[in-house]
C-alpha cells in the first residue's frame, strides 16, 4: 500500500506534464494528393503539386513546399498544419491549376484533375483567304 502511495503523485505529475504538452502543439495533418487527367480519369506522373501557407486574410504566405508524384499521380505530406493552404498543380500540357483548402481532419485526401489548355486566339491571326 506505501508503494502505491507513493507512485500516485508520480503518476499525476506525468499526466499533468503530458496533457500540458498536447495542448500547446498545433494541430498538424497528413495530407494526401491524387493528380488526375479531367477527360479519362488517368494519373499524372511528376506532378508538381506546390503548397503555399495562407494567413487569415487570405494572402499568401512565405515558405511552401514542393511535391512530385508518383506513376500513380499521388503524393504526400504529412506535416501540413490545420488551417488554409493554398494549392498549385503544375504538369506539363495541362492548365496550371490552383485553389486554397481547408485543412481540418488529420488525414485528409484532395483529388485534382488537371485539364488540357484551351485553344488560344488572337488578334493576329489573319483569315484565311
Do not use: W
Request: glycine share 8%; aromatic share 8%.
Amino acid at each position: 500500500m506505501a508503494n502505491v502511495t507513493r507512485a500516485f503523485p508520480i503518476v499525476v505529475i506525468f499526466l499533468l506534464l503530458g496533457s500540458a504538452g498536447t495542448a500547446q502543439e498545433p494541430k498538424i495533418a497528413n495530407v494526401r494528393f491524387q493528380v488526375l487527367k479531367e477527360y479519362n480519369g488517368k494519373p499524372i506522373r511528376n506532378a508538381s503539386v506546390i503548397l503555399h501557407p495562407v494567413n487569415k486574410s487570405g494572402k499568401q504566405k512565405r515558405g511552401g513546399q514542393q511535391l512530385k508524384t508518383d506513376e500513380e499521380g499521388r503524393c504526400a505530406y504529412p506535416g501540413v498544419p490545420f488551417g488554409k493552404i493554398r494549392v498549385q498543380v503544375i504538369a506539363p500540357n495541362f492548365q496550371t491549376f490552383g485553389e486554397d483548402f481547408d485543412i481540418r481532419d488529420p488525414e485528409q485526401e484532395i483529388v485534382i484533375k488537371l485539364k488540357r489548355p484551351q485553344e488560344q486566339h488572337t488578334i493576329y491571326d489573319k483569315p484565311k483567304s
